[in-house]
């Protein structure tokens, strides 16, 4: 099944889709037979949905998984997947919860992977199943976490929940900081504010002038392999939270099989800056439709300069000559994002939850 073409939203499939019916898979070999299914409905889907992709969400739960795996599948009376839910069902103080993979870990957006116009259908084909199929898990709230503010989800969803009666909240969960990006880097360049582009400028020809040079090197390229022990020792030297997340269990061995695997379109790419023959700096970032996605860096704390937001401004130039229209730098509201030009884009939290407890 992995050559299952990319799908598109007919007629035939609404109708056939209103008498949905609803699987769940509850073991990791479900990833293996659902794989082409499983690209076919993500390459239908939003750019953003990287973080849901099967690559993605199988290497999660691989290495970061916890509670119990709940993949939710959404099929028209066809056989058509409609919509694909991977859950992670994990116990918590207000009893079990639904939540979708690898949210607390490393996921920056996280949706229902859905046929654009089916969300209203699949939003009240998943809460039917979980409220009344004896197959359903055991469960008290559903937590969707860092939905994209353009995500339907948010509104199908929360109208489902009210239609059955069941508590919904929707609250801003996290910023990210994106930057349009013009067809030119000059164009780029005045969009800053005037002290901002000559400070930018000034650390450029200053990397430039000592002789500092980038590259680049793609998911899966022979090679890779000791590209990625070098972004991880340049991890190992950076301020305290790069170390933090690198000694965080199973992170090493999940970005490395992500960057290793060359099974799918190449999505991720290294990008590091060499200063005096050494890497000073180096930055993990994620292709996704019209967008790159600043993904993590790193830097060596001893070099001179500021490698890390030139390198970042020679990121957002190759973007920019590569022809995508953002480059978005996910969660988190440091300062040099906005520095670089950056937009705030809001992503939500949505619960919802039983009126009544669950019996022991």
């Known amino acids: 099944m992995d050559d299952v073409p990319a799908m598109a939203v007919s007629r035939p499939m609404v109708e056939s889709a209103q008498t949905a019916r609803v699987t769940v898979h509850t073991t990791g070999d479900a990833f293996d037979r659902l794989k082409g299914e499983w690209n076919a409905i993500f390459d239908a889907s939003r750019a953003e949905l990287f973080f849901v992709s099967h690559s993605w969400q199988r290497l999660c739960w691989k290495h970061l998984g916890r509670g119990n795996l709940q993949i939710v599948a959404v099929r028209a009376n066809t056989g058509t997947l409609c919509g694909l839910i991977p859950f992670w069902l994990e116990d918590a103080p207000d009893g079990p919860t639904m939540r979708l993979g690898g949210a607390e870990d490393v996921s920056d957006y996280l949706d229902m992977i859905v046929l654009p116009g089916l969300e209203q259908l699949v939003a009240d084909r998943l809460l039917d199943f979980l409220l009344f199929d004896p197959a359903a898990p055991r469960w008290s709230k559903v937590e969707l976490e860092y939905v994209p503010d353009s995500s339907p989800t948010l509104a199908a969803?929360?109208?489902a929940a009210k239609i059955r009666g069941l508590d919904r909240t929707k609250e801003l969960h996290d910023i990210c900081p994106v930057v349009p990006l013009?067809?030119?880097?000059?164009e780029y360049l005045s969009s800053l504010s005037a002290?901002?582009?000559?400070s930018l400028l000034r650390k450029r020809r200053s990397a430039l002038a000592c002789g500092t040079r980038w590259y680049?090197?793609?998911?899966?390229?022979p090679g890779i392999d000791a590209e990625i022990r070098s972004f991880f020792d340049l991890m190992s030297q950076s301020p305290a939270c790069k170390?933090?997340?690198l000694a965080t269990a199973g992170i090493r061995a999940f970005l490395r099989d992500l960057l290793l695997d060359d099974s799918t379109e190449p999505?991720?790419?290294l990008i590091f800056l060499v200063t005096d023959n050494e890497k000073a700096a180096a930055v993990l970032q994620f292709v996704a439709g019209?967008?790159?996605m600043f993904y993590n860096s790193a830097r060596r704390c001893q070099a001179a300069g500021s490698p890390g937001i030139v390198l970042l401004s020679f990121c957002i130039e190759d973007a920019i000559h590569r022809g995508f229209h953002h480059y978005d730098f996910l969660r988190g509201e440091e300062d040099y994002k906005y520095r670089l030009g950056g937009r705030d884009r809001a992503t939500y939290r949505m619960s919802i939850s039983r009126r009544t407890p669950l019996n022991p």
């Open 157 to 159: 969803l929360g109208e």
């Open 182 to 186: 013009p067809p030119t880097f000059s």
């Open 195 to 198: 002290s901002r582009r000559r």
């Open 216 to 221: 680049k090197v793609v998911q899966g390229e």
């Open 243 to 245: 170390r933090d997340l």
């Open 267 to 269: 999505r991720a790419e």
């Open 290 to 292: 019209d967008r790159i």
